[in-house]
């Protein structure tokens, strides 16, 4: 029996931090070592950080890349090691993973196929590595191979997968085995999506089991620059069963998934298998060490037990990490939020303190302190929260006394600072000068619009105010669905330089909402005071109350509107197709005539208000549906607007 305890590693990393990323990675060495690791395989630009954008074109990004690598190897003797980092070869940069051998830089593997859809931009950055071809570069002052490469340590053989090229129908896993594989290291930078995890051990699973080996898979954790999400989890696979299933949402700063493999059974596996390729040359890019590795005859790890989550529980836990991280790594005193009463604010409000609830109940009320050490905490941890969320509730002459109800019993429930503020005279005071300018009055049956949204505006200077003054980040509250339509005022309720659910759907939010209120997630518990919000239906409250405005009657049911972004948007679909998707989904529901309208005005909307997405503030991305111009979903600010589609659609 030959077997090897072998680690994938998870790091909390921060573009450009190079000391802190060094300590972290630093740290998950000497844990590896602790435990007898023989071979770590740690996540993809670990060093730098994977969201450094166009940093990563400066030089000193790479030099710094470079002199971390040579603290690292004085810290990695006695065990296989690899690590990512961006290098250039011959004028162009390439995202690189680094393998270390007892302390010594052996080689240098290139990433053969580049994630450039979604948020993914980087071929922006980087150039593939051709496959099949090898070069030499010079790195901590000696020669090395780069390239497409395969190690051979002390007769151990292993092979590289980074990231996208597990994704790709020619992964590189594929050709190695043919040449004999034990091990393939896979350094991830794979963000969060709803559900993407199945798909994540699918693969890895489904590689080892193909390539009759072990399979490494080390991702990065937390919010690393601001709008991405890592979730961790670093996995190992043995023959295609998983042997070892890391923590997800952690709020460590560093993560380790071991596991003992048995090389030995493996190869008498693959010699069994009649039907697998065999090379009998030399692999080209063939990098031999010889090193001896440390078997132990432990007996091999059996098959992990791992926990699912639903999506309401990954919705918790991925946004929950994302606003801690957010703080303390921009060194904010807490958030500020402007909470109406309504879904969108309250969920907001909730998510602070479900942040707040998770790091306390993994780290410890030390471990918190330690980490907004910033802040000035006060002794009793039952009141930080009033330092942490400030809410405010801003009345006008159109808000109603359970909206008002359902944003104090909310707040006093997650023991946040509360206020109560009234808009009227800053309302009266700015129609008073407007109307004067004009020479009329403002009236609701002419200025229905801006007489809406001067509500909205109002509100802003003061909670930015105070948010200056708490030197805390103000939090935006629309969600992706108003985005999509523009259902919302520039510089009013989009105010914020954070917008935590404006990568989520209104109809998965209200649900959300009433299993937080009721089920929950263990680590977090129910909500209680939800009861409220749940109890109302969603409206701006910003035309007089007798005219029963709600969301809805604005613009259409939200399970349509979002079936229509969905059709439209994600899977780009003109609007006579998204008519007929329409019709067969909702066609029980309402006519034909009626989902012909929504779907026109959705088109209207959307072409209508790409300006105003362009100035949201930042947001989390959770799943592969997200409208963010900047990083996901580009349209045009101004363009045709769909105008002969819906001339067409309206004959339909």
């Known amino acids: ?31 590896a070592r602790a435990q007898d690791v023989q071979m770590l395989c740690l996540p993809e630009l670990c060093t730098t950080g994977y969201g450094c954008e166009d940093a990563f074109m400066m030089p000193n990004t790479v030099e710094r890349a470079e002199w971390m690598l040579g603290e690292i190897a004085k810290h990695s003797q006695g065990m296989i090691l690899s690590v990512g980092l961006p290098w250039r070869h011959h004028h162009a940069l390439f995202n690189v993973a680094a393998v270390m051998v007892d302390g010594e830089l052996v080689g240098l593997v290139g990433k053969q196929h580049l994630a450039g859809d979604g948020l993914h931009y980087e071929p922006r950055w980087f150039c593939a590595w051709p496959q099949g071809q090898v070069s030499t570069t010079t790195c901590l002052g000696k020669e090395i191979p780069l390239g497409d490469l395969m190690f051979d340590v002390g007769g151990v053989r292993f092979g590289f997968e980074i990231c996208e090229d597990a994704w790709s129908a020619t992964r590189p896993g594929s050709t190695l085995a043919a040449y004999g594989l034990d091990f393939i290291f896979n350094p991830s930078a794979s963000h969060f999506a709803f559900g993407k995890q199945k798909l994540r051990e699918r693969f890895i699973n489904e590689g080892a089991r ?125 958030f500020v939020v402007s909470l109406s009463g309504g879904a969108d604010s309250s969920a907001v409000s909730c998510l602070v303190a479900i942040g707040m609830k998770l790091a306390i109940g993994e780290l410890g009320e030390e471990g918190v302190r330690e980490r907004l050490g910033y802040i000035d905490l006060p002794d009793d941890s039952s009141e930080w929260m009033k330092v942490i969320l400030a809410c405010v509730y801003q009345a006008s002459d159109n808000s109603g006394d359970a909206t008002e109800e359902s944003a104090r019993e909310l707040a006093t429930s997650l023991g946040a600072e509360y206020q109560s503020w009234s808009i009227t005279s800053l309302v009266d005071g700015y129609t008073s000068m407007v109307s004067e300018g004009l020479g009329r009055e403002l009236s609701w049956a002419t200025d229905d619009i801006p007489l809406q ?48 659910v404006g990568g989520i759907d209104k109809a998965f939010l209200r649900k959300w909402l009433v299993w937080l209120e009721t089920v929950s997630s263990p680590a977090v518990g129910v909500f209680p005071a939800l009861s409220y919000v749940n109890s109302l239906q969603p ?102 607007g769909f105008t002969a589609e819906l001339r067409e659609l309206e004959g339909l």
């Open 539 to 640: 409206t701006a409250e910003l035309r007089p109350t007798d005219c029963g405005q709600t969301d809805e009657s604005d613009l259409m049911p939200y399970p349509v509107l979002d079936a229509i972004e969905r059709a439209a948007i994600r899977d780009k679909r003109a609007p006579k197709d998204v008519l007929v998707l329409l019709d067969d989904e909702f066609g029980e529901s309402y006519d034909h005539s009626q989902l012909r309208s929504w779907v026109i005005k959705f088109f209207k909307l959307w072409c209508r208000n790409q300006w105003k997405r362009e100035r949201y503030a930042p947001s989390f991305h959770v799943d592969d549906k997200n409208l963010d111009p900047k990083t996901w979903c580009r349209f045009p600010i101004l363009s045709g």
């Open 453 to 500: 949204n001067i509500q909205a505006r109002v509100r802003a200077p003061g909670i930015w105010m105070l948010a200056n003054i708490r030197n805390a980040l103000l939090l935006a509250t629309s969600n992706r669905s108003e985005a999509a339509v523009g259902y919302a005022t520039m510089d009013g309720d989009t105010s914020g330089g954070l917008s935590p």
């Open 1 to 31: 029996m030959k077997t090897l305890q072998v680690a994938a590693g998870s790091v909390n990393q921060t573009p450009l931090d190079w000391e802190g990323n060094l300590s972290r990675i630093l740290e998950v060495i000497a844990q």
């Open 210 to 334: 193909a390539c009759g080996c072990a399979y490494l898979y080390a991702n990065l954790l937390g919010n690393e620059s601001g709008r991405v999400v890592f979730d961790g989890g670093p996995l190992i696979s043995n023959y295609g069963d998983l042997v070892a299933s890391g923590r997800r949402f952690s709020f460590k700063d560093v993560l380790l998934s071991t596991a003992l493999v048995d090389v030995e059974l493996n190869r008498s596996r693959v010699a069994a298998t009649a039907s697998r390729r065999v090379e009998v040359a030399k692999h080209p890019g063939l990098v031999q060490i010889d090193w001896s590795i440390q078997f132990s005859g432990e007996a091999p790890s059996g098959i992990a037990q791992h926990c699912e989550f639903s999506k309401e529980e990954e919705f918790t836990h991925s946004v929950g990490l994302a606003l801690f991280d957010y703080m303390r790594k921009s060194y904010s005193s807490g």
